[in-house]
């Protein structure tokens, strides 16, 4: 793919091609560089996509690496179906016979994954779900046979235990406040999809989703998805989120209390509910095409056991253009979200490469598209891989990092899942610091970055994230740490200030990025398999292989 960098941008690859020890100041310099307008907020399938895997093709082949695709190539397509949703002709509830029309982005928030030219929904019964959970290894069904077709079904986000407190039947049964898979909004719109309804809400609540409204609706009324065939689409016309206070007005008006609802949901008896007497209806415009869209892939090939690969990811891709913030600025540029992630792949590259000899298995470097749309490009590889999963040894991956300086710890994602913490231990300790599980495991960032869909084929991972927790700041301790979690996530999380600052302090970054690499050298010197522990929903998926 050619390259339609300037040569100021083109200049940031003439780098040092091997480094002994991971550089602050080139991290910094590849953030600014692609977090820069001039990748447009690097949108899948837009001139900011082809500048920005022209720009780490460039990158990769001044470090020394080779092509990670298949015949000598550096990209592997993956081609999405884009959607956007145009004004609403209709959209609203009808109550009692009288309808109440909704605003989008305020009462209501809604996407498509649908190739078609209209989603229309004609009063269709709403039926609550509760939370929509069917897991018989759990004990847990909240359909009870219930007949979804031509409804749209409306969910309360995250676990049935959630919220439960001590001496419910249901506390602990999914984790207590861990989320498990069956919490996030994914899992509930393919269930919903699974049982043939025409549309599928989720009642928001900013503790159950872990964000806030903003978050949810910056979207704008786009959506992708892998393209599929036909007989694989998802059945829903139109899915989305309803807003906390049009929720609870939404089941006043069918003669119902939300909160009784959501504490009747933690109950095993549960049956889905009927709202009475109100029906959903939309009719919106839907723009649609299929957009090419790139994963890029490089590698250092392994001297004695090639075939086994240890798998490092990073997503490229951030939010592209919205709308304009208090300051003017459209373009969201993802500096953190997840340039800081690419950086940090490129200089555990850089690092490998200066190193001799070369690892004992293959050392693979991911960087996806379309992850801000649902792990799309990791999701298309592992439905492709160009490396079997039974020869993939791990998944290292790195996705949001503190930039607020040294720490004293680091953050543990998805405590209990596997060996690879116990690694991450013990790699600490040589760093002098220790491992804090993640302190808000209710949001559910396990489920929520690539390596994920490695995880869903059984492969070991770790995920680096920097909002997981407050890190235990060399200046400030935690509560520096939690201001600046808070800070990122409530001000700049999927917005355009999450932009390069020059308050930025990337020694806490260089932490991390270290604890990766060192893991990974660890794995492709060694001839061991990472396993997961007793108890992970994934552990099976890895013994059958």
Same mark, same amino acid.
């Given at each position: 793919?050619?390259?339609?960098?300037?040569?100021?941008?083109?200049?940031?690859?003439?780098?040092?091609?091997?480094?002994?020890?991971?550089?602050?100041?080139?991290?910094?310099?590849?953030?600014?560089? +692609?977090?820069?307008?001039?990748?447009?907020?690097?949108?899948?399938?837009?001139?900011?996509?082809?500048?920005?895997?022209?720009?780490?093709?460039?990158? %990769?082949? $001044?470090? *020394?690496?080779?092509?990670?695709?298949?015949?000598?190539?550096?990209?592997?397509?993956?081609? +999405?179906?884009?959607?956007? +949703?145009?004004?609403?002709? &209709?959209?609203?509830?009808?109550?009692?016979?009288?309808?109440?029309?909704?605003?989008?982005?305020?009462?209501?928030?809604?996407?498509?994954?649908?190739?078609?030219?209209?989603?229309?929904?004609?009063?269709?019964?709403?039926?609550?779900?509760?939370?929509?959970?069917?897991?018989?290894?759990?004990?847990?069904?909240?359909?009870?046979?219930?007949?979804?077709?031509?409804?749209? $079904?409306? %969910?309360?986000?995250?676990?049935?235990?959630?919220?439960?407190?001590?001496?419910?039947?249901?506390?602990?049964?999914? =984790?207590?406040?861990?989320?498990?898979?069956?919490?996030?909004?994914?899992?509930?719109?393919?269930?919903?999809?699974?049982?043939?309804?025409?549309?599928? !809400?989720?009642?928001? /609540?900013?503790?159950?989703?872990?964000?806030?409204?903003?978050?949810?609706?910056?979207?704008?009324?786009?959506?992708?998805?892998?393209?599929?065939?036909? /007989?694989?689409?998802?059945?829903?016309?139109?899915?989305?989120?309803?807003?906390?206070?049009?929720?609870?007005?939404?089941?006043?008006?069918?003669?119902?209390?939300?909160?009784?609802?959501?504490?009747?949901?933690?109950?095993?008896?549960?049956?889905?509910?009927?709202?009475?007497?109100?029906?959903?209806?939309?009719?919106?415009?839907?723009?649609?095409?299929?957009?090419?869209?790139?994963?890029? !892939?490089?590698?250092? @090939?392994?001297?004695?056991?090639?075939?086994?690969?240890?798998?490092?990811? $990073?997503?490229?891709?951030?939010?592209?253009?919205? @709308?304009?913030?208090?300051?003017?600025?459209?373009?969201?540029?993802?500096?953190?979200?997840?340039?800081?992630?690419?950086?940090?792949? !490129?200089?555990? $590259?850089?690092?490998?490469?200066?190193?001799?000899?070369?690892?004992?298995?293959?050392?693979?470097?991911? +960087?996806?598209?379309?992850?801000?749309?649902?792990?799309? =490009?990791?999701?298309?590889?592992?439905?492709?891989?160009?490396?079997?999963?039974?020869? &993939?040894?791990?998944?290292?991956?790195?996705?949001?990092?503190? &930039?607020?300086?040294?720490?004293?710890?680091?953050?543990?994602?998805?405590?209990?899942?596997?060996?690879?913490?116990?690694?991450?231990?013990?790699?600490?300790?040589?760093? *002098?610091? &220790?491992?804090?599980?993640?302190?808000?495991?209710?949001?559910?960032?396990?489920?929520?970055? /690539?390596?994920?869909?490695?995880?869903?084929?059984?492969?070991?991972?770790?995920?680096?994230? *920097?909002?997981? =927790?407050?890190?235990?700041?060399?200046?400030?301790?935690?509560?520096?740490?939690?201001?600046?979690?808070?800070?990122?996530?409530?001000?700049?999380?999927?917005?355009?200030?999450?932009?390069?600052?020059?308050?930025?302090? !990337?020694?806490?970054?260089?932490?991390?990025?270290?604890?990766?690499?060192?893991?990974?050298?660890?794995?492709?010197?060694?001839?061991?398999? @990472?396993?997961?522990?007793?108890?992970?929903?994934?552990?099976?998926?890895?013994?059958?292989?």
């Amino acid at each position: 793919m050619k390259s339609l960098l300037p040569a100021l941008l083109l200049s940031s690859i003439a780098l040092p091609t091997a480094a002994q020890d991971i550089s602050a100041e080139r991290i910094a310099g590849t953030v600014q560089v +692609l977090a820069s307008d001039f990748f447009e907020g690097r949108a899948p399938g837009t001139v900011g996509e082809e500048r920005t895997v022209g720009y780490l093709i460039g990158q %990769f082949q $001044a470090i *020394g690496l080779e092509p990670g695709g298949r015949n000598g190539s550096w990209v592997q397509a993956a081609p +999405l179906l884009h959607t956007r +949703l145009g004004p609403p002709r &209709t959209l609203g509830v009808t109550v009692g016979g009288a309808m109440r029309t909704w605003q989008p982005g305020q009462q209501v928030y809604l996407s498509t994954r649908r190739a078609e030219d209209r989603a229309v929904i004609e009063h269709a019964p709403l039926v609550f779900v509760g939370y929509g959970v069917s897991a018989p290894e759990r004990q847990w069904d909240d359909f009870k046979g219930v007949d979804l077709k031509g409804k749209v $079904a409306v %969910f309360l986000v995250n676990d049935p235990d959630f919220e439960a407190g001590q001496g419910e039947a249901v506390a602990g049964r999914f =984790g207590g406040k861990a989320m498990t898979y069956y919490g996030r909004w994914t899992y509930k719109y393919e269930e919903a999809s699974r049982r043939g309804a025409i549309g599928a !809400l989720i009642v928001h /609540d900013t503790p159950g989703a872990g964000y806030g409204w903003n978050v949810v609706t910056s979207p704008q009324g786009e959506n992708y998805d892998i393209v599929r065939a036909p /007989d694989q689409q998802t059945t829903l016309a139109l899915q989305g989120w309803i807003e906390g206070g049009a929720a609870a007005t939404l089941f006043a008006g069918a003669g119902l209390d939300l909160a009784a609802q959501r504490m009747a949901a933690r109950r095993p008896d549960f049956r889905p509910v009927t709202l009475q007497g109100v029906t959903f209806s939309a009719d919106l415009p839907v723009t649609h095409e299929v957009v090419r869209s790139h994963n890029v !892939l490089a590698k250092i @090939p392994g001297r004695e056991r090639p075939d086994e690969v240890v798998f490092y990811g $990073a997503h490229w891709d951030a939010y592209g253009k919205g @709308p304009a913030d208090a300051n003017g600025k459209t373009v969201r540029g993802g500096a953190n979200d997840d340039a800081l992630g690419v950086a940090g792949l !490129l200089e555990i $590259a850089r690092k490998f490469m200066a190193q001799q000899p070369r690892p004992r298995r293959s050392i693979v470097f991911g +960087l996806w598209t379309a992850e801000e749309r649902g792990l799309l =490009g990791s999701e298309a590889y592992a439905l492709d891989p160009v490396y079997p999963m039974d020869k &993939t040894v791990a998944n290292l991956t790195l996705d949001i990092l503190q &930039t607020a300086g040294k720490a004293r710890d680091v953050i543990l994602v998805g405590a209990g899942q596997g060996s690879l913490e116990d690694d991450l231990d013990r790699l600490a300790r040589k760093q *002098g610091r &220790t491992v804090t599980p993640e302190s808000l495991p209710e949001r559910g960032l396990f489920y929520r970055a /690539d390596h994920f869909s490695f995880a869903k084929r059984g492969v070991p991972v770790l995920l680096m994230m *920097g909002i997981a =927790g407050a890190s235990d700041l060399v200046d400030g301790g935690r509560a520096a740490g939690q201001k600046w979690v808070d800070d990122y996530t409530g001000r700049c999380y999927h917005q355009p200030c999450d932009a390069w600052g020059q308050d930025w302090n !990337l020694d806490g970054a260089v932490q991390d990025i270290g604890l990766m690499f060192d893991l990974g050298r660890d794995l492709a010197n060694s001839s061991r398999w @990472p396993e997961w522990k007793a108890g992970s929903e994934f552990k099976a998926l890895r013994e059958r292989r």
